[in-house]
C-alpha cells in the first residue's frame, strides 16, 4: 500500500505564493511519473503538472511560467511552487503517483491519490 501526503494549502491573495509539498510513503519498489491535479466546485479535476522520474515536466497551459514543479527521488517527495497566484486557481489539490508495488508475484505500476489540500486565493 502507498500512501501520500500533501502539505501547504492555505488562503492566500491575488499575486502571493504557495508551496505544496506530497510525500509518498508505504511499500514500493520505485515511482514513476507524479503530478498535482486540481478540482475546483463544479468543475471537473485537471492536470495541473506533471513530472517524471527522470525530471521531465509538462504543465496546463493556464499555469505555465507561474508555476514549478519539482522532485526529491531520495525523499519519495513532489513539490509544487505556485506564484502569482489567481483567484481562479483556488480548488482543491490532489497529488498522484504512480508506483511499482508488488501484486501478486509481480512488479506493477499502479496510480495512488492523496486527499487534497485546499489553496484558496482571495482578490
Known amino acids: 500500500q502507498v500512501q501520500l501526503v500533501e502539505s501547504g494549502g492555505g488562503l492566500v491573495q491575488a499575486g502571493g505564493s504557495l508551496r505544496l509539498s506530497c510525500a509518498a510513503s508505504g511499500s514500493f519498489f520505485s515511482i514513476n511519473d507524479m503530478g498535482w491535479y486540481r478540482q475546483a466546485p463544479g468543475k471537473e479535476r485537471e492536470l495541473v503538472a506533471s513530472?517524471?522520474?527522470?525530471?521531465?515536466?509538462n504543465y496546463v497551459d493556464s499555469v505555465k511560467g507561474r508555476f514549478t514543479i519539482s522532485r526529491d527521488n531520495a525523499k519519495n517527495t513532489v513539490y509544487l511552487q505556485m506564484n502569482s497566484l489567481k483567484p481562479e486557481d483556488t480548488a482543491v489539490y490532489y497529488c498522484?503517483?504512480?508506483?511499482?508495488?508488488?501484486?501478486?508475484?509481480?512488479?506493477?505500476?499502479?496510480?495512488?491519490w492523496g486527499r487534497g489540500t485546499q489553496v484558496t486565493v482571495s482578490s
Open positions: 498522484n503517483a504512480e508506483a511499482r508495488t508488488l501484486r501478486g508475484i509481480s512488479i506493477l505500476p499502479r496510480g495512488y
Open positions: 513530472i517524471t522520474s527522470g525530471g521531465d515536466t
